[in-house]
């Protein structure tokens, strides 16, 4: 293994053997993952931004043919140091999954206590992805991985997981879902945070579980929830208090080793 592959493998998070977004267990008293059944948003509401997502190309239509073409394009990838990274962006439940953003945010996430940013995480979680698997139940799209049984995935998955639906990719959703709260959380890193964001979207083209067309309409669903989740109450107290959580985090200089290896990761020029 390459010295910047170890140390992105050695340094930042490993996934599980889980489907892309799959709710963790109830947690423990000092839970890794935090899953929880309601959000900030109403039933009502995110029924009706799944409404407003529009269908997957059809099959055949130009786009999708393009979908294809640019998805075969990223098997190129496979076993760089951004295949290694993008195996990392795999784990995205909350609150391990805001440590992609620690070197964006400059501070080390879970160096220091953050129960009002690891709940935030857990309820934007659950709405962006409860958006994204509406859309899914309304039609089927396979995934890249599903479309050709020989292609790689850069995660272990079931029968199942690899036969799952791709559009939306409800990955790309909680990605962005996670940026845009960190954004406005600490709105002087929004460009550096928002980047990371897109990276998880962009990692699930690398890993074939996802199509462009799939991450870009799951990056529609992330800010378009976060749109809605800003404008509560609940939301806009709770960022005050992790603002504080993360400055004191920052306060105590610790960072995530990571970083180098990400940067050049992130440096690979895509297919």
């Not at 390459?2 to 008293?29: D, F, H, K, N, Q």
């Amino acid at each position: 293994m390459r010295p910047v592959a170890a140390l992105v493998a050695a340094t930042l998070i490993a996934p599980l053997a889980v489907g892309a977004c799959a709710p963790a267990a109830r947690p423990s008293s000092h839970p890794v993952f935090i899953a929880t059944d309601t959000g900030y948003l109403q039933p009502g509401d995110l029924a009706r931004l799944a409404e407003a997502v529009p269908p997957a190309p059809a099959e055949g239509s130009a786009q999708a043919l393009a979908d294809r073409a640019a998805s075969a394009r990223f098997a190129a990838l496979e076993d760089t140091d951004r295949w290694l990274l993008a195996t990392s962006h795999a784990e995205l439940r909350p609150p391990l999954a805001l440590q992609h953003f620690d070197c964006a945010l400059g501070v080390r996430l879970g160096s220091a206590e953050t129960p009002v940013l690891d709940r935030m995480a857990a309820r934007a979680f659950h709405d962006a992805n409860a958006v994204a698997e509406q859309v899914k139940a309304r039609a089927f799209r396979a995934r890249p991985v599903g479309d050709d049984p020989d292609r790689r995935a850069c995660q272990t998955l079931t029968p199942a997981g690899r036969a799952s639906a791709s559009y939306p990719s409800g990955s790309a959703a909680v990605g962005t879902a996670y940026a845009e709260t960190l954004a406005l959380i600490q709105p002087e890193r929004a460009d550096a945070v928002r980047r990371i964001g897109h990276e998880i979207g962009v990692s699930r083209l690398v890993c074939a579980m996802h199509y462009p067309g799939d991450v870009a309409a799951g990056e529609a669903v992330g800010r378009a929830v976060m749109a809605e989740i800003a404008a509560t109450p609940t939301f806009q107290a709770e960022a005050d208090e992790a603002r504080r959580e993360i400055e004191a985090a920052r306060a105590t200089g610790r960072t995530n080793p990571g970083c180098a290896a990400e940067r050049a990761a992130l440096a690979i020029a895509l297919p």
